[in-house]
T-cell receptor, first 117, second 118 residues
Framework: DTEVTQTPKHLVMGMTNKKSLKCEQH?????MYWYKQKAKKPPELMFV???????INESVPSRFSPECPNSSLLNLHLHALQPEDSALYLC????????????????FGQGTRLTVV | AQTVTQSQPEMSVQEAETVTLSCTYD???????LFWYKQPPSRQMILVIR??????QNATENRFSVNFQKAAKSFSLKISDSQLGDAAMYFC???????????????FGKGTKLSVKP
């Protein structure tokens, strides 16, 4: 099983809504990531969790709140988003954090296409 | 700071032909890793090939191979016998060696959109 599963695949939400994105992996990976990808752009790192603890927050606005309930699950809670937050949100995982093993491969999910109206 | 440059926004290749995608990077580090990721319309980023900077031998994975020129800081991807399923966005990525903090994370180029003509 080399899958990273993201739900939902598509999400439309209003600026006053609260929603959550979910990411799951069962590969025993100890690092999980959230990326944001705008159209025709490369992914941009948002958060890194290693061993279920938040290791990196790339100065992401507080309206994005990550959570790692256990080693297999990563959530991204959304609140009071803006239309410019509309993007593809990608989750990824790797066996170890990159600072422990530089050659580690990141496995990506198919993403959640988020539209904020 | 490290940067990754892909100078070809779009490329096209005939089915069964060979195509080369370019990537250059800028770094002062000696220990690092380079990756090519493929993102088809299904949106999932898939690792195509990986190169360790300390290895002189170019990495190869079936129809995919790289031309790694460390002195020139160049890392091009060659796709042989192109197939319709190769059509995708291709991202070149760089990661520092085993160091702490966000400097250990992937730095992506802007991508090259590859079309394959039947």
């Amino acid at each position: 099983d080399t899958e990273v599963t993201q739900t939902p695949k598509h999400l439309v939400m209003g600026m006053t809504n609260k929603k959550s994105l979910k990411c799951e992996q069962h590969m025993g990976h100890r690092a999980m990531y959230w990326y944001k990808q705008k159209a025709k752009k490369p992914p941009e790192l948002m958060f890194v969790y290693s061993y279920e603890k938040l290791s990196i927050n790339e100065s992401v606005p507080s309206r994005f709140s990550p959570e790692c309930p256990n080693s297999s699950l990563l959530n991204l809670h959304l609140h009071a988003l803006q239309p410019e937050d509309s993007a593809l949100y990608l989750c990824a995982s790797s066996q170890l954090p990159p600072w422990e093993q530089g050659r580690t491969e990141a496995f990506f999910g198919q993403g959640t296409r988020l539209t904020v109206v | 700071a490290q940067t990754v440059t892909q100078s070809q926004p779009e490329m096209s290749v005939q089915e069964a032909e060979t195509v080369t995608l370019s990537c250059t990077y800028d770094t002062s580090e000696s220990d690092y890793y380079l990756f090519w990721y493929k993102q088809p319309p299904s949106r999932q980023m898939i690792l195509v090939i990986r190169q360790e900077a300390y290895k002189q031998q170019n990495a190869t994975e079936n129809r995919f191979s790289v031309n790694f020129q460390k002195a020139a800081k160049s890392f091009s991807l060659k796709i042989s016998d192109s197939q319709l399923g190769d059509a995708a966005m291709y991202f070149c990525a760089y990661r520092r060696g085993n160091y702490g903090g966000s400097q250990g994370n992937l730095i992506f180029g802007k991508g090259t959109k590859l079309s394959v003509k039947p």
